[in-house]
Nanobody, 129 residues
Framework: EVQLQASGGGLVQAGGSLRLSCAVS????????IGWFRQAPGEEREGVFC????????YYADSVKGRFTISNDNAKNTVYLQMNSLKPEDTAVYYC??????????????????????WGQGTLVTVSS
């Protein structure tokens, strides 16, 4: 059974940093993708960053370019979202999710929430001004 466990949210001042972790279990192969999504109150869920586990290709939203990075630790089965230079508009509940059958094909479809079959619980990130 595939399970995702997100952690690392909290309260931080604008300009600060946080690192979110997504512990992944249940996959017996590497052809899947992990994405980070966020949802602010009253807003639609937004794809932030995603990574193809098989080849490490990543995709990101323009809103986080140059501030966020994603990484994968295969030994720990954990995907990290490093968030720097945080802004109040980054405030949201952050979710990690998995697309169970995925190979990077040059498109950013792993940023599309509708393609994700497994979801972890959210972790709240609050950025104060």
């Amino acid at each position: 059974e595939v399970q995702l466990q997100a952690s690392g949210g909290g309260l931080v001042q604008a300009g600060g940093s946080l690192r979110l972790s997504c512990a992944v279990s249940g996959f017996t192969y590497d052809d899947y993708a992990i994405g980070w999504f966020r949802q602010a109150p009253g807003e639609e869920r937004e794809g932030v960053f995603c990574i193809s586990i098989a080849d490490g290709v990543t995709y990101y939203a323009d809103s986080v370019k140059g501030r966020f990075t994603i990484s994968n630790d295969n030994a720990k089965n954990t995907v990290y979202l490093q968030m720097n230079s945080l802004k109040p508009e980054d405030t949201a509940v952050y979710y990690c999710a998995a697309d169970a059958f995925y190979r990077s094909d040059g498109s950013s479809r792993c940023l599309d929430a509708s393609g994700m079959g497994y979801w972890g619980q959210g972790t709240l990130v609050t950025v104060s001004s």
